[in-house]
């Protein structure tokens, strides 16, 4: 799938990073978000979490505007929770929390078959924060540089998640 490269080498910013778009032939470059502020989550439609959907919508529609996006990227590598084939996925985020932030196709987010972003995420960050279940978060700042990640626990309207989107907004 997509047009990212298998190599992680020589990766500056998560900028050099695409995502094949869940129902549609496009391609979610994240250079296509230079200067904004970007909240990149893994997500799955039969989880504990999934009420996250509706957090994560609620942040995008406050601050986009401001120059933030969320991007989802539904996942089934934890207890099997996105199933679904694309059409699904999306009918199910759009009808039930009313998504409308960019969703990638679904891939896997761990581990040796990981999208090249999660791998060079773990080698930027360290692997204590690589994704350990579903809504997973990793923020990156307005000039690619990741910042910041949030595990599953972390609610979109926490305190400490909030206040690094604000601070990571700040910076132009």
């Known amino acids: ?32 978000h230079k200067g904004n502020v970007i909240l990149i989550v893994n997500t799955a439609s039969k989880c504990g979490f999934t009420s996250q959907y509706t ?42 929390y009313g998504v409308s932030f960019p969703m990638t196709a ?22 204590i924060t690589v994704p350990k279940w579903n809504f997973h978060k990793y923020l990156i700042d307005r000039h690619g540089k990741l910042v910041d990640y949030f595990h599953s626990t972390t609610k979109p309207d926490a305190d400490r998640l909030i206040s690094a989107v ?5 910076d132009k």
Request: charged content about 25%; glycine content about 8%; aromatic content about 14%.
């Open 1 to 32: 799938m997509g047009l990212f490269t298998s190599s992680t080498q020589a990766r500056e910013s998560a900028l050099s990073f695409s995502f094949d778009a869940l129902v549609s032939e496009k391609t979610i470059r994240l250079s296509d």
């Open 106 to 127: 679904k891939y896997c987010v761990k581990g040796k078959d990981a999208h090249p972003f999660y791998q060079w995420a773990k080698k930027e960050l360290g692997f």
């Open 55 to 96: 957090g994560l919508e609620q942040l995008y529609q406050k601050y986009k505007e401001s120059g933030f996006v969320v991007i989802g990227v539904p996942s089934n590598d934890f207890g099997r929770q996105e199933p679904g084939i694309p059409e699904e996925i999306i009918k199910f985020c759009e009808f039930s």
């Open 166 to 170: 604000k601070l990571a907004l700040q």
